[in-house]
């Protein structure tokens, strides 16, 4: 009922940036937590930063200080802005989100397909 959508992945150097975004589509009702993801090949999928509906942020320790998750609540849509990447960063990003759903107001709990990031040394 609530579909999540990337964008913004690709192919970039270390060192440098990238800006990703969620956009979040359907009879939203509200949207609470809004979080990031990824998953490495080989690798279990691991959480990456949060976001409350009141703007309150959470990064894993591994990205604390180079990346920023921030939400525009009005476009329904969370970003990633990814900063001084590295090799150890690429990964299949995924963004999810939580709340309410239509006039019946029944709660839901969605996943994105994902998008690419690969950092080259």
């Known amino acids: 009922q609530v579909r999540l959508v990337e964008s913004g992945g690709g192919l970039v150097q270390a060192g440098e940036s990238l800006r990703l975004s969620c956009l979040a589509s359907?009879?939203?009702?509200?949207?609470?937590?809004m979080g990031w993801y990824r998953q490495a090949p080989g690798k279990q999928r691991e959480w990456v930063a949060g976001i409350t509906s009141g703007g309150s942020t959470n990064y894993a320790d591994s990205v604390k200080g180079r990346f920023t998750i921030s939400r525009d609540n009005a476009k329904n849509t969370v970003y990633l802005q990814m900063n001084s990447l590295k090799p150890e960063d690429t990964a299949v990003y995924s963004c999810n989100a939580d709340g309410r759903v239509g006039v019946a107001n029944v709660p839901f709990a969605s996943w994105g397909q994902g998008t690419q990031v690969t950092v080259s040394s």
């Open positions: 359907g009879r939203i009702f509200s949207i609470n937590a």
